[in-house]
């Protein structure tokens, strides 16, 4: 196994256990991580969006399906797993109440590592798909009147 793809398994190790110095150890203070929750910057960002995912989801787990490497840049599919009975923070800033529903999301997670430390991380999953498990609607901010083509 490459370093590239070994401290990227670390990190889903460390994930899975909750610990977050371990997580933090596996990215360079000046890492930067983007989702649909937006974006974190360095260290102390990166520590909080991982504490408001486990406040959330309290088992959360990570189950790797497929590790492709290319470069410096390695690849994970994956599915994502828990119950949300903690409050969430939803794209755009609103939170989400706990619902005490189970999810079973497919993630795509992209990361570039340098000097066996990630430098940057990109996630990508089907909102609608983890929506619609934890129970929400999809509401139109302006919704067409009616008889409008």
């Not at 610990?19 to 150890?25: E, G």
């Not at 399906?65 to 794209?91: A, C, H, K, R, Y």
């Not at 997670?109 to 066996?116: D, G, I, L, N, Q």
Request: net charge negative; charged share 20%; glycine share 8%.
């Amino acid at each position: 196994m490459s370093e590239a793809c070994d401290v990227v398994h670390r990190l889903v190790a460390a994930i899975n256990d909750h610990d977050l110095d371990a997580v933090l150890r596996c990215y360079s203070p000046t890492a930067a991580a983007v989702g649909p929750q937006g974006v974190a910057d360095g260290s102390e960002e990166i520590g909080f969006y991982h504490t408001h995912i486990w406040e959330g989801f309290p088992d959360l787990r990570l189950i790797v399906w497929e590790t492709v490497q290319f470069g410096d840049l390695v690849m994970l599919e994956s599915t994502v797993t828990g119950t949300n009975t903690g409050l969430f923070i939803l794209p755009g800033g609103d939170v989400a109440d706990r619902t005490g529903k189970s999810i079973s999301v497919r993630y795509c997670w992209v990361f570039t590592v340098e000097s066996a430390e990630i430098v940057a991380q990109r996630v990508y999953y089907d909102q609608l798909e983890m929506y619609a498990q934890l129970g929400a609607r999809l509401v139109l901010d302006d919704p067409p009147s009616q008889g409008s083509a």
